[in-house]
Nanobody, 127 residues
């Protein structure tokens, strides 16, 4: 069982930045592919970003490419999402997730590939 706890959400103006983080309880954090998903009010949860076990490969959803950066730190069992140039459409609850990728360099991008989920952190972009 992997427990995931997100933090670092908040309220920001358009064009601003946030850096949510996710701490994993499991000391075998490095065995899991990690990802972030966002769920806007009234919408389905959608893929935002994923990162391989190695930390060297990443994939991003089309709406966040060039603005968001996913990273991981195996020393602290932490996953981060650097969010820049935020816009109103980025308002959502953001969830981190962990899954078994089957390969050191594989990146998971589908929700059903992930086995463990955090409770979410809210990001609100508002003027």
């Amino acid at each position: 069982q992997v427990l995931l706890v997100e933090s670092g959400g908040g309220v920001v103006q358009p064009g601003g930045s946030l850096r949510p983080s996710c701490l994993a309880s499991e000391t075998t954090f490095s065995l899991y592919g990690m990802g972030w998903f966002g769920q806007a009010p009234g919408k389905d949860r959608e893929f935002v970003a994923g990162i391989s076990r190695s930390g060297t490969r990443t994939i991003y959803g089309d709406s966040v490419k060039g603005r968001f950066t996913i990273s991981r730190d195996s020393d602290t069992n932490a996953l981060h999402l650097s969010m820049n140039d935020l816009n109103l459409e980025d308002t959502a609850d953001y969830y981190c997730a962990a899954g078994w990728p089957g390969d050191y360099y594989n990146v998971l991008s589908r929700a059903h590939d992930y086995d463990y989920w955090g409770q979410g952190t809210q990001v609100t972009v508002s003027s």
